[in-house]
């Protein structure tokens, strides 16, 4: 009898699909309570089995946005159509494999974990030589524990990047078919640290120029030093907020293509590098003046909250982004000693809400576009909203450009700017970018991020180096 008449029996996790249940299924659980980080060690305790059933019984996985092994899911299509006993085999709870096993039409029998058996590693082989026989099955993997199954099949498929496994695989038998992927680079890791966003953190800066302390080291060092303090703990809670928010991403035109949504990075390698940047974060801190470190943890409470609940929350959730820019301007000021200036505060919190109200108006506009009449997923808004949302952005980008116009009017500006009557010049200027952005928001054309957009549009770096050239000539 050939290999191909065999029955084939297929892991689920690294090898169906590009990710662990278990972890994303934690996650999901950590997102519904952070509470249950403590409770899970005891569950843990008792067994992977009950643990595995204990959080498969609080949450759901969207099965259909998982991201599938699609060279290796055409190659089970093919077998399928020629008539070939397919299996799935897999240490995941069994909730969540038959789930998998109805939504892709395919498999003819599932092994998962129920009860108190975790159909892993020993026991998952003892189960298929139960049902097929030793040597009656072919097996498909992707990993050490597969090692243990594979000698007792009659051939291999080997799924993953691991050359270290293909030679492991062929050393114990027959290798059927390599289904390689594509193995995660320092790029992809960058990418999910998001480090394009670290632009944002330049507002630290803010304080020290305004100030016009530009030339003092010290001040240029803590600064710096604030920086990359801001940067590795906004990129920490990047991780987290991509890591929980998993399911909405997979169903977003663009986020889907994101390193943990897209299974290009294992998501325990993103659990794992969060405590690793937070620890260098601690130690920029230990160089910098208190004050920075208790900004800096406010900061990160307020985004940890943002990402398990606050961004849920109607209208709190572009509050609570405008105040997360606002920290960037406070801890830039406590890393140098800078008292902010009243209307530098009032200022950035107009602006950014203005911005953060255009982000989600962005998502609502990318939903009237599908002709989807529903919310947006993970947000309170829905598409009715739009028209609001719009006047209230309008309303706030424009009470930014008034804060300035009073602040060029006010004694305060008198003894900062030898020319101060050349600011009025930056009004008309910021008039211009905020109608022009929610402009081209209103025609479908703005990316998710409006901070990202206006680093990549070339109007707006003219506007921002016009708007720099009109402050230096005031001085």
């Given amino acids: 009898m050939s290999n191909s008449s065999l029955p084939l029996v297929v892991d689920l996790d690294g090898t169906l699909i590009k990710t662990d249940l278990l972890i994303e299924s934690f996650l999901n659980l950590l997102k519904k309570n952070p509470l249950y980080a403590f409770v899970v060690f005891i569950w843990l305790m008792r067994g992977k089995a009950v643990l595995k059933h204990e959080i498969a019984s609080r949450v759901e996985i969207d099965v259909t946005v998982l991201p599938y092994n699609k060279s290796l899911l055409k190659y089970l299509r093919e077998q399928k159509e020629k008539g070939r006993h397919l299996a799935l085999a897999t240490a995941s709870h069994q909730k969540f494999a038959f789930q998998i096993a109805e939504y892709l039409g395919l498999f003819d029998k599932v092994f998962a974990t129920h009860g108190g058996v975790n159909v892993a590693s020993s026991q998952k082989a003892r189960l298929l030589n139960e049902a097929y026989g030793r040597g009656g099955y072919v097996y498909a993997g992707n990993a050490e524990p597969d090692l243990k199954v594979w000698p007792d099949a009659a051939a291999a498929i080997v799924a993953g990047s691991s050359q270290k496994l293909l030679r492991q695989a062929e050393e114990i038998g027959e290798v059927e078919r390599h289904f390689p992927l594509p193995k995660p680079g ?103 003046p208190a004050w920075f470190t208790l900004a800096l943890l406010v900061y990160y409470i307020a985004t940890t909250a943002y990402s398990f609940q606050l961004k849920q929350m109607i209208m709190l959730d572009v509050v609570v982004l405008a105040g ?80 300035m116009a009073l602040y060029v009017n006010s004694e305060a500006v008198r003894p900062m700017y030898s020319h101060p009557e050349l600011l009025w010049g930056v009004c008309p200027v ?46």
Avoid at 335 to 350: E, N
Avoid at 365 to 387: C, F, H, M, P, Q
Avoid at 465 to 471: D, K, R, S, Y
């Fill in 430 to 475: 910021l008039l211009y970018w905020i109608s022009r952005v929610w402009i081209i928001a209103h025609r479908g054309n703005m990316h998710d991020d409006p901070i990202v957009f206006a680093i990549k549009d070339s109007t707006s770096r003219v506007t921002a180096i016009l708007i720099g050239a009109i402050m230096v000539l005031a001085v």
């Fill in 186 to 288: 320092i790029k992809h890791y960058l990418k999910a640290c998001r480090i394009h966003q670290w632009m944002k953190n330049s507002l630290v800066f803010v304080p020290m120029l305004a100030a016009h302390e530009i030339v003092a080291p010290s001040m240029i060092l803590n600064t710096l030093l604030a920086f990359f303090a801001f940067s590795l703990c906004a990129s920490s809670v990047y991780l987290l907020n991509d890591l929980l928010d998993l399911a909405a991403d997979r169903h977003h035109k663009t986020k889907c293509n994101r390193p943990f949504a897209a299974g290009t990075i294992p998501a325990i390698h993103g659990v794992i590098m969060i405590p690793i940047l937070l620890f260098v974060v601690l130690i920029l801190c230990a160089m910098l």
């Fill in 324 to 403: 997360l820019y606002t920290m960037r301007l406070i801890a830039g000021a406590t890393a140098t000693g800078i008292a902010l200036s009243s209307w530098l505060m009032a200022f950035s919190m107009f602006i950014f809400l203005s911005l953060a109200l255009l982000k989600r108006y962005t998502e609502l506009v990318g939903l009237k576009a599908k002709g989807t009449n529903a919310k947006v997923k993970g947000r309170g808004y829905d598409v009715e909203d739009i028209s609001l949302l719009s006047s209230l952005g309008g309303a706030s980008g424009y009470i930014s450009v008034l804060v």
